[in-house]
């Protein structure tokens, strides 16, 4: 399907808020970072939290496993994928949090939300168990799992717009990393970058967006076209 350009940064009519998760939701990044590249060095591959957050954030596990493949060749063990994803969540289970003050904008909000992310269905369902968000967003959290293409294409965020049944020009995204940037513009969908996360610490601002979820309220005011 094709879709229109992202919208740009005039006022607008939100009838749906779309989440990412990691990185926006769950304060998650460092975490998963920290596990890949343990693991990676168990093979002896050396890969630094600067190359992960450029290569691999916000990415599928299986285009970050192909990614390792190619630029490595090498060929990674059978379990690898397992051993990862067994491992970070046993981190979500002690270290995981919210990106601060999550909760309390997400309290605020009175408009419909969803998650679409690229985690797997398990990693999302235990993050948002985790962090006690499973009820808040109940059945409407949709994955890279359920459509042809991941992030940067518009494949998902479609997804969850025909799925909560909104017309993707009403549909206000919130990402953090360059794919899912992409991905929403790519969606004909207005996009603000949540640049608040730990993995992000000192980068620079790439997009409209915010750092911290106390100037979400009055930013999204700025944006919403009265009724």
């Known amino acids: 399907m094709a879709a229109a350009q992202g919208k740009g940064a005039g006022p607008m009519r939100v009838d749906l808020i779309i989440f990412d998760c990691d990185g926006v939701i769950a304060d998650s990044e460092v ?7 343990d693991q990676l ?16 954030l ?59 992310t690229s985690s797997s269905p398990p990693r999302v369902a235990r993050t948002l168990a985790v962090l006690d968000l499973a009820q808040r967003f109940g059945a409407d959290v949709f994955t890279a799992s ?38 929403a513009r790519a969606a004909g969908m207005r996009v603000l970058q949540y640049r608040g996360g730990a993995h992000l610490a000192g980068q620079p601002a790439t997009d409209e967006g915010f750092d911290c979820w106390s100037q979400f309220s009055d930013l999204l005011a700025r944006i919403q076209v009265p009724a």
Do not use: N
Not at 31 to 37: E, M, T
């Open 31 to 37: 975490l998963s970072a920290q596990v890949l590249i």
């Open 41 to 56: 060095a168990r093979l002896d591959i050396v890969v630094t939290p600067d190359d992960v957050r450029r290569d691999f």
């Open 58 to 116: 916000g990415r599928s596990f299986p285009t970050v496993a192909a990614s390792i493949r190619d630029r490595f060749a090498l060929t990674l063990p059978a379990d690898f994928e397992a051993t990862y994803r067994a491992r970070l969540l046993a981190r979500f289970d002690t270290d995981l949090r919210t990106t601060p003050g999550f909760a309390d904008a997400l309290a605020q909000i009175r408009l419909p939300v969803c998650v679409a």
């Open 146 to 183: 359920q459509v042809a293409r991941g992030k940067p294409a518009p494949d998902l965020f479609l997804f969850a717009a025909e799925r909560m049944g909104v017309d993707p020009a009403h549909a206000l995204v919130i990402e953090d990393s360059q794919p899912g940037l992409q991905a």
